[in-house]
């Protein structure tokens, strides 16, 4: 049975400004911490392949997994797929952009089934999501609520 999750966060920030930030992923490294590197293997109209690796974890051990992405700027979402499936059967990601009138809702959609072997089941997959997901969100929300405020400030020329 397929796990489905959802987060979200409102971001006080120009939709064009998430959306471009949110959407560079060779920058992820920029906008998310625990990622070492981030690497475009193929990029191609709106739909890129990538390559992340994470930080190593308490044991020493390093994550990496290959995606697609594709970037649908008139729906105001993204798709992802992971190519390299890793401990996960399958493992779906759905970005959706509201631009409201207090900011841009970001909503991050999960949706994943771990494999039979794999070291972490569909239960411990969720309580990582459920504690990791939401601190990553507050670290998009405040690097683009910053960068948005400084780009208010810089003086017109």
Known sequence: MA???????????????????????ARWTDLFPGHASVDVIHHEGDTVRFRITKHPDEQGRVMTWVSDRTMYRDEGEARAVRVETGPFEYMHLRWVY??????????????????????YDDTWMKAHFDESVPREL????????????????????
């Open 138 to 157: 507050e670290g998009v929300r405040n690097t683009l609520e910053a960068r948005a405020q400084a780009l208010a400030e810089e003086p017109v020329r």
């Open 3 to 25: 796990v489905k999750l959802q987060y979200s966060t409102i971001i006080d920030a120009p939709y064009d400004l998430v959306w471009e930030v949110t959407n560079d992923v």
């Open 98 to 119: 509201e631009d409201l009138p207090e900011g841009v809702r970001l909503t991050w959609h999960y949706e994943f089934t771990a494999k039979a072997d794999a070291p």
